[in-house]
């Protein structure tokens, strides 16, 4: 079997979708995107695909490497996603070809479904307290929201208050045992991360995620000193060399590597294993579309320190297109009681529309993330 053309789509509401075709007929499908930059990564893909045409499509261990060793200068977002999609596609292809799922080629599964999680925003009180509720009535046993808008370096106290109002207001609507994860999404800095990982303490949340950004290695390590609220973060990793670095420095407790960004399931599985040893929880990063989710679950499916799924049904960031809209069987992604079932069809367990799939890259998209400023006229991290 050879690999014949690879072909991205870039498709609403704000994702990168790859077909990887071959000679005998097997099509594999990828999701190489880092949110903002899907068009770069779709140039990153197509360069990438000199290596893999004319190539053995199961032979995934040794393009991965070449992809990666190959080109002097490595890893990134850019680079490390345009791998992951290619990678994804490459095992869908290799799945589909033996009939079975990819977690079987990994070494069967460990479970038959997974705990997810929702989005529930975290902007006004109010509505995100409503919206944990309603998320609690439909099944759902854990959720997520932003713990803060953009915060200076020191700022004031009531910033602090705010989130203490806003992460009370969920906690109250929805009872003692339901997970609650904050996300401080790298806005906030070492000064003002010690301050609301204390004041956060009271609420006893699932995780704190990103409480100051990942490559502030130091500042980590102080804020783990001033809470017993798990720490979590990884979406801005992308190999094994990146997480090595913090898995030594003790400084997280979960890890939420996005196999859109780190490298596929090649790499995102060495990196959950050397998570295992460190005793580190696998928490998979997923924004995205259906492709990234189901990557995700075929992961998830083999990983002994996956505990929960993000999934992106429902996020804001899904306008014009939701997760559903591309898959020809959306039930593959029925929540129920809040856990999804493990794809089980052959490859990574999908079926994509692609006259769907064809008909929206006609409309494209152009997203891009918010530019915060602070209110003297600085930059501020979103
Ligand atoms: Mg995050």
Not at 243 to 249: G, P, T, V, Y
Request: charged share 25%; net charge negative.
């Amino acid at each position: 079997m050879k690999v014949t053309k690879l072909t991205t789509y870039q498709v609403p509401p704000r994702w990168l979708f790859l077909k990887i075709e071959t000679d005998d007929g097997v099509t594999g499908w990828g999701e190489p995107v880092v949110e903002g930059r899907a068009a770069t990564v779709a140039a990153a893909v197509e360069e990438l695909s000199d290596y893999v045409v004319g190539k053995d499509p199961r032979h995934i261990e040794d393009l991965w490497s070449t992809m990666y060793r190959s080109g002097f200068y490595r890893g990134g977002p850019i680079l490390m996603s345009a791998l992951a999609g290619i990678d994804q596609a490459l095992w869908d292809i290799k799945g589909k070809s033996f009939g079975v799922p990819v977690s079987e080629l990994l070494g069967g599964s460990v479970r038959d479904t997974i705990r997810v999680y929702s989005w529930i925003g975290g902007d006004r009180p109010a509505d995100t307290a409503a919206a944990a509720r309603d998320t609690v009535d439909r099944g759902f046993t854990a959720v997520k929201m932003n713990g803060t808008s953009e915060l200076q370096y020191v700022d004031s106290w009531d910033k602090v208050q705010d989130c203490i109002d806003s992460v009370g207001a969920v906690r109250d609507a929805v009872g003692p045992n339901v997970g609650i994860g904050v996300d401080f999404h790298g806005r906030v800095h070492k000064p003002m991360a010690k301050v609301l990982l204390r004041e956060l303490e009271q609420f006893k949340l699932m995780f704190i995620e990103e409480p100051v950004l990942s490559e502030e290695t130091d500042g980590l390590l102080d804020a783990m000193r001033h809470t017993s609220t798990p720490i979590a973060l990884g979406e801005r990793l992308y190999s094994r060399w990146d997480f090595k670095k913090i898995l030594a420095s003790g400084a997280v407790d979960i890890i939420q590597p996005d196999p859109s960004h780190s490298g596929g399931i090649t790499e995102t599985r060495k990196i959950a294993a050397m998570a295992e040893a460190y005793g580190v929880g696998l928490a998979l990063h997923c924004p995205l579309g259906p492709i990234a989710l189901a990557t995700c679950l075929q992961l998830d499916a083999g990983c002994h320190n996956a505990f929960i799924q993000e999934q992106s049904l429902g996020i804001h960031y899904n306008t014009t297109n939701d997760l559903l809209d591309y898959v020809r069987d959306p039930s593959v992604f029925a929540y129920d009681d809040g856990y999804v079932t493990i794809p089980t069809g052959p490859g990574l367990g999908i079926d994509v529309n692609e006259d769907y799939v064809l008909e929206r890259a006609g409309v494209g998209h152009r997203w891009r993330n918010p530019v915060w400023r602070h209110a003297d006229g600085s930059i501020a991290e979103w």
